[in-house]
């Protein structure tokens, strides 16, 4: 029972974890000695985090537009070549469109959708080999699917992809951990509330009063609630939890609270 939250000594790749919610979670993996890889879009950027984080650990950027399915494939093919297997995995990368329903473009909904939805699946395809190597009955390997509590509820704002994206996502966690679970590789989802983070910034400044009150833990997420969610899921003590939803969004969606 000592150590049922001890992560160290595992390789983990988040993806998106350059910044935001991504950055959270990989700051969390290599303080408790994780050797965690950050991957991200734009390259000077994920260098930057990496270089930022290993002043505590072991961060290795590797840049890579998971948009395309080149993209995956050089990260894929990166990883292989440095590793022999891969403890965790947390596909993190996301993107978001909001536009009025009159307007809503078919260019912005299949962004959404490839990306939340549609890269994660390949990834995580193209990476199983290195999940399977590294799971066992007693230490499954774990792979981590970012959602959103809007893929529970219904948000008001004119974001009419992202929200059926990530009820999508919370759904494909749940697909893998059914076809995984003999294979000892445990899948489950995270969604979270308000955090701070580039993609909430804008709606934070305008409105970031009226969450704060619609939360009733009655404020923002912390760096700390989202990194901490992570190592339950990747340590020993949720070695037996696959399939799950956590929100972790203050009470928003388990006390029926709506902003």
């Known amino acids: 029972m000592k150590n049922l939250f001890d992560i160290s000594g595992k390789v983990a790749l988040v993806t998106g974890g350059s910044r935001g ?14 050797k965690t890889y950050i991957s991200s879009r734009k390259a000077e950027v994920c260098d930057a985090t990496a270089a930022r ?11 890579a537009d998971l948009s395309t399915s080149e993209g995956i494939a050089s990260l894929v093919a990166e990883i ?3 590793e022999s297997q891969l403890d965790i995995l947390v596909n993190n990368a996301g993107a978001a469109w909001g536009a009025p329903i009159e307007e809503f473009p078919e260019s912005g909904w299949d962004k959404v ?6 890269s994660p699946f390949f990834l995580t395809q193209a990476l199983l080999p290195l999940l399977e190597k590294a799971a066992s009955a007693a230490d499954p390997a774990r792979i981590i699917m970012i959602g959103s509590i809007d893929g529970l509820n219904v948000n008001s704002m004119p974001t009419f992809s992202y929200g059926p994206s990530k009820a999508a996502v919370h759904h494909l966690a ?22 701070p983070s580039q993609m909430m910034a804008h709606t934070l400044e305008t409105m970031g009063d009226k969450i704060r009150a619609g939360v009733p833990l009655h404020r923002i997420g ?11 899921l990747c340590s020993k003590a949720a070695s037996y939890v696959t399939g799950v939803v956590i ?6 969606t388990g006390c029926k609270s709506t902003l």
């Open 21 to 34: 919610i991504g950055e959270m979670i990989a700051t969390g993996f290599v303080a408790n000695g994780v």
């Open 53 to 63: 984080l290993s002043e505590q650990g072991e961060c290795i950027s590797i840049p």
């Open 247 to 252: 929100p972790v969004d203050g009470g928003i």
């Open 113 to 118: 959708m490839d990306i939340n939805v549609k």
């Open 222 to 232: 912390e760096a700390g609630d989202m990194a901490g969610t992570a190592i339950y």
């Open 174 to 195: 749940r697909t893998f951990a059914a076809h995984f679970a003999e294979r000892h590789i445990t899948a489950n989802a995270i969604a979270p509330g308000p955090f």
């Open 80 to 82: 292989n070549q440095r």
